[in-house]
């Protein structure tokens, strides 16, 4: 009997028809997520009745998402209607060391899927839906609503714990005295770093909501005594005194503009011997699959912000005052741009010689 035929077109067709479905599947992962499915299901395997009694759900309805969910591969049923862990559902436990049950609780969530439901918005517009649904910045919402302020900053803790451990295996840090993280969020990165590095001190900046629940985090690893907690707006200063400085995932969030205004206002605290260091995406040049390309998407209709090229940090970094050395790879999918302040002496020099990258700003 001849292979039946299948044409390029249906082949392409079922492969849009599953990327096109893919939020069907993410929000059934949230769903088993919130529950805390796989946390119940550490032990043995358990039938739905027993899962759904735990979580306080309809039986035949949580029978339905899990089922669905076996069908990808997340969970699995045997012949006696009991559900079970497979290596997809390990991740959403809660004490899993690469949980991702916070990251998946957070993109379910109101605020991010109604951001994506009004993406025409930003597309029309450049102008992030999420302030046209909510009537708001994303930060100020977080601050005005702190459940959801804590489901975001779980979410991404627990999405880049990852890029902490690429971060410090990339870069050496023997040489530094003093790292300052600058927007450091809960304090993993820099713990991680400070973990790694006992010859080192380090400074995590802030907003005061933030350095709250930042504290625990460090005193739990015993890094009190090696780090201080500074609160304050990046927009408008940094501490000073700081061998390395750190802007992790931070740059991406604004726009140019707003981004050139965190790069100023470290520049002005840094000597001209610290080092700059952004952990970034960088976006890959043609039509290469990356990771980069959607999350910038989600930048547009979620915080106002961008992803960038190389080029684009070349340029950013110059308008603020600082030289891009180096982009350093990680096993990760982020790089740390290592950034030097430019030269005072140098921007006369170079604004007659080269215009298109005057550092006068």
């Known amino acids: ?64 998402v899990l089922r669905a969910l076996t069908s990808v591969g997340i969970f699995s049923e045997d012949d006696q209607g009991r559900f079970g862990l497979t290596g ?31 993406i025409i918005h930003s597309v029309r517009s450049e102008k992030p839906a999420f302030e046209h649904v909510f009537g708001m910045p994303l930060f100020d919402y977080y601050a005005a609503n702190p459940e959801a302020g804590r489901i975001g900053a779980e979410g991404l803790t627990s999405r880049s714990r990852p890029d ?11 040489k530094a005295r003093t790292v300052i993280d600058i927007g450091g969020g809960q304090g993993t990165l820099l713990a991680s770093i400070l973990g790694a590095n006992p010859h080192l001190r380090g400074t995590l900046y802030e907003k005061p909501h933030v350095i709250a629940t930042a504290c625990a985090l460090l005193e739990q690893a015993g890094l009190s ?30 726009d140019d503009d707003q981004a ?3 790069l100023r206002a470290c520049r002005r605290s840094m000597s001209l011997d610290a080092r700059l260091l952004l952990v970034e995406f960088v976006v890959p040049p043609g039509n290469q ?21 190389e080029p684009e940090y070349h340029a950013l970094l110059a308008s603020a005052g600082f030289v891009l050395d180096r982009i350093i790879p990680t096993a990760g999918p982020v790089s740390v741009l290592e950034a030097i302040p430019a030269d005072p002496s140098l921007r ?4 007659v010689s080269c215009p298109a990258y005057d550092m006068t700003g």
Not at 93 to 117: H, I
Not at 245 to 251: A, S, V, W
Not at 289 to 298: G, I, P, R, T
């Open 348 to 351: 006369v020099l170079e604004s």
């Open 88 to 118: 997809l559902a390990e991740p959403l436990r809660s004490d899993a060391p690469d949980s991702l049950r916070a990251f998946s609780v957070m993109q379910g969530s109101e605020w991010v899927w109604r951001s994506w439901g009004e």
């Open 1 to 64: 009997m001849s292979e039946p035929i299948i044409s390029v077109e249906d082949s392409a067709a079922t492969t849009l028809h599953r990327m096109i479905t893919g939020s069907w599947i993410a929000q059934a992962i949230h769903v088993a997520a919130k529950l805390g499915i796989a946390d119940l299901l550490k032990g043995d395997p358990q039938r739905y009745e027993a899962l759904a009694k735990a979580t306080n759900t309809h039986p035949r309805a949580l029978y339905r």
């Open 289 to 309: 699959q990356s990771h980069a390309k959607l999350l910038d998407l989600l930048m547009l209709v979620y915080a106002g912000g961008r992803e960038r090229t």
């Open 164 to 174: 902490n451990t690429a971060v410090v295996s990339a870069y050496d840090f023997s």
């Open 260 to 262: 050139r205004t965190i």
């Open 225 to 254: 005594e090696r780090c201080e907690l500074v609160s304050g707006d990046f927009f408008t200063a940094v501490p000073a005194g700081g061998d390395v400085y750190i802007l992790k995932k931070d740059i991406h969030d604004w």
